[in-house]
């Protein structure tokens, strides 16, 4: 079965791929471009893989289209470069919105109150189910590889985490002499950042990261590949932790003018 599975995708790697998909990755995702020819040859493969293997499905009034699917799954599949992988194998569908959408939340308060509100959400990833994407959110987002935020490799992060048996911030890493390092460095990080955000001091990683664990390793993910340069000066040993996990080094691929505009 693995192995009808590995000739099948290996099958798939190998087809043409179409010219339109290749201007789509040249025009929504700016990230291609900085990848080496092989590196891009290898992106279009997973990317083949990837659109054979999930559904997509538009909510919310939009037509999903192959510029659609394209721009998703390039992007999610940088994530997957160099490294062996199952294709995010708990997902079977991603749910894209046009624009922001809004959902129902339920907070459990002090003496059993239970406060109900509407939020506005980017994107969201659920354990054993759908990533839900604002299309919207994905343009912006892809649009400028130098601002840190990038809703796709957000949610997608969340996807490889969850392969671990749960959403903790401590996804499946290549050797398992390196879980102790990652506990000590990631967490290490993670006090700081509660720490600065409790002194109101200035830390490159968002504040959005402060939620949880699992929320902290999907904003250090954004950053390691649109911010790379200021945060492996910043937070050198974060950097490299993460560059031994995804087996990138995306500040290598940073020239000095992008330099300028990404640190």
Same mark, same amino acid.
């Given at each position: 079965?693995f @192995?009808f599975?590995?000739?099948r995708?290996?099958?798939l790697?190998?087809?043409? &791929? ?13 990230y291609?471009?900085?990848l080496t020819?092989s590196?891009?040859k290898? =992106?279009? @493969?997973h990317?083949?893989v990837f659109l ?18 394209v721009?998703i799954?390039?992007q999610?599949?940088?994530?997957? =470069?160099h490294?062996e992988?199952?294709y995010f194998p708990l997902?079977?569908s991603?749910?894209v ?5 809004f959902?129902?939340?339920?907070? #459990?308060l002090?003496g059993?109150?239970? #406060?109900e509100?509407?939020? @506005?959400?980017?994107?969201e990833?659920?354990?054993?189910g759908p990533? *839900? ?7 912006s ?6 601002? @840190?935020?990038?809703v796709v ?9 969850s392969?671990?048996?749960a959403?903790?911030g401590?996804? *499946?890493?290549p #050797?398992p ?6 506990a000590?460095?990631?967490g ?8 600065? =955000? ?9 504040t959005y990261?402060?939620e949880?664990?699992?929320e902290f &390793?999907a904003?250090?993910?954004?950053? &390691? &590949?649109?911010k790379?340069?200021?945060l492996?000066?910043r937070?050198?040993?974060l ?6 996990f ?5 500040a290598s691929?940073?020239t000095?003018d ?6």
């Amino acid at each position: 079965m693995f @192995g009808f599975k590995r000739r099948r995708r290996q099958k798939l790697r190998n087809q043409p &791929f179409p010219p339109d998909w290749i201007a789509v990755m040249k025009r929504n995702v700016p990230y291609y471009c900085r990848l080496t020819s092989s590196e891009q040859k290898e =992106l279009q @493969g997973h990317t083949l893989v990837f659109l054979n293997e999930k559904k997509f499905e538009g909510c919310g009034g939009l037509d999903i289209t192959d510029e659609i699917r394209v721009t998703i799954a390039a992007q999610a599949c940088i994530l997957l =470069l160099h490294r062996e992988t199952d294709y995010f194998p708990l997902l079977t569908s991603i749910l894209v919105y046009p624009r922001q959408y809004f959902t129902a939340s339920k907070n #459990h308060l002090p003496g059993g109150v239970v #406060h109900e509100d509407i939020e @506005g959400r980017l994107g969201e990833s659920w354990y054993r189910g759908p990533v *839900v994407l604002s299309w919207d959110d994905i343009l912006s987002g892809s649009a400028d590889p130098y601002d @840190g935020y990038n809703v796709v490799f957000h949610e997608f992060a969340h996807q490889l985490d969850s392969e671990s048996g749960a959403t903790e911030g401590s996804p *499946v890493l290549p #050797h398992p002499s390196m879980y102790t390092a990652w506990a000590r460095i990631l967490g290490q990080e993670y006090k700081k950042l509660l720490n600065d =955000l409790q002194r109101n001091h200035q830390n490159l990683i968002d504040t959005y990261g402060a939620e949880n664990p699992a929320e902290f &390793f999907a904003v250090v993910t954004e950053l &390691f &590949f649109e911010k790379p340069v200021a945060l492996k000066r910043r937070h050198r040993a974060l950097y490299d932790q993460l560059a031994a996990f995804y087996r990138q080094d995306p500040a290598s691929r940073i020239t000095k003018d992008e330099n300028k505009s990404g640190s």
